[in-house]
C-alpha cells in the first residue's frame, strides 16, 4: 500500500507540472497523466530540436496541446 501511495503521488506532482488549464487537471486519470508526460516529452525531444546542439528544446504550445488532451 505504502508503494502505491508514493506511485499515486508522483503521479499527482506530475500532472501538476503539465502545462495545462486548472480546470483540466483534476479531469485526467492517472493514464492520462502519464500518456500527456510521455507525449509531451516523447515529442519536445524527438520533434523540436533547438537551433543547436545543447540549446533548450522547444516542447508543445497551447494549440497543440490543447488538441492533444481533446484527443484523449
Known amino acids: 500500500k505504502a508503494r ?6 508522483q503521479i499527482r ?3 501538476d ?3 495545462l ?3 483540466e487537471r ?10 500527456l508526460a510521455c507525449i509531451y ?3 519536445g ?5 533547438g537551433p543547436t546542439r545543447g540549446a533548450p528544446l522547444e516542447l508543445l504550445g497551447g494549440p497543440e496541446l490543447a488538441d ?5
Open 4 to 9: 502505491r501511495d508514493q506511485i499515486n503521488a
Open 13 to 15: 506532482a506530475l500532472r
Open 17 to 19: 507540472l503539465l502545462p
Open 21 to 23: 488549464p486548472e480546470g
Open 26 to 35: 483534476p479531469r485526467l486519470s492517472y493514464l492520462h497523466v502519464m500518456a
Open 41 to 43: 516529452t516523447r515529442k
Open 45 to 49: 525531444a524527438c520533434l523540436r530540436p
Open 68 to 72: 492533444l488532451v481533446a484527443s484523449l
